[in-house]
């Protein structure tokens, strides 16, 4: 999708991965976990769709694998425990709420079309507004309530002022929202706001009613957390971004 303080992005389109890519990794992972000792038949109890690609520009192949990650048949997950994460796309959000009953987690990262356009290039075909309105249709369900995330950039969307803009956007909505300090990458120009500016953050946000959580950062250390996945050299090998 291009954002512009993601490593991931970078790399550009190779392709989509098939349903039965998607459920492999899931598969292979509860088998890691088994061979490590973790308890129980299913040791992943939480599933999140998200990171290297836009799971709604994947539609088919992600309603496909959800058929199958939630059939008893299957990994028999239950709905209630996976969520899929999109950049914004739309048209297939309301359309994505009334084939399945999984959550939504919406990537928001900004309070303003000016401020998400440079950060999103989503938001010039589909601006805040546009989103805001697909996730008022969004279907409600018992125990389904919209997740924002939002990456904490120093200097950029971090202040005082975009808390209460945030605030303001999600007022009256059944949401909440993760707060995800950001996760530095050599070359793109943005800064960790720092524990400090992040708890004062979430503060003026709980201060006006609305419940967010700060995510723990994992994989810092070995460039693996949020937004860092990138493959050494393949951006050049390819040429720049598709």
């Known amino acids: 999708m291009g954002c512009g303080f993601c490593m991931t992005a970078t790399m550009g389109l190779v392709r989509n991965l098939t349903a039965g890519e998607i459920c492999d990794q899931v598969y292979r992972v509860n088998d890691d976990l088994r061979r490590l000792g973790v308890p129980g038949e299913r040791p992943l109890t939480n599933l999140v769709y998200m990171g290297m690609g836009e799971p709604l520009h994947n539609y088919d192949n992600v309603m496909r694998s959800l058929e199958l990650l939630l059939s008893e048949e299957g990994a028999n997950f239950s709905h209630r425990h996976i969520t899929v994460s999109t950049s914004g796309l739309v048209p297939n959000i309301v359309r994505f709420g009334e084939d ?37 249709k969004f279907p409600s369900r018992q125990g389904r309530r919209v997740t924002f995330e939002y990456v904490l950039l120093r200097d950029v969307n971090d202040s005082d002022e975009d808390a209460a803009r945030l605030a303001a956007l999600l007022r009256n909505l059944p949401v909440k929202v993760n707060l995800i300090p950001y996760n ?33 950062n994992r994989g810092r250390d070995i460039a693996a957390a949020c937004g860092q996945l990138a493959v050494q050299g393949q951006r050049e090998a390819r040429g720049g971004l598709a």
């Open 184 to 216: 530095e990458n050599p070359g793109l120009g943005f800064g960790d706001p720092g524990a400090e500016r992040v708890v004062a953050f979430r503060k003026a946000l709980d201060a006006r009613g609305v419940t967010a959580m700060v995510r723990k």
């Open 100 to 136: 399945t009953q999984v959550k939504l987690a919406v990537s928001l990262n900004a309070t303003t079309d000016d401020q998400r356009a440079r950060l999103m290039p989503v938001d010039k075909k589909w601006d805040i507004a546009a989103l805001m309105d697909a996730v008022r």
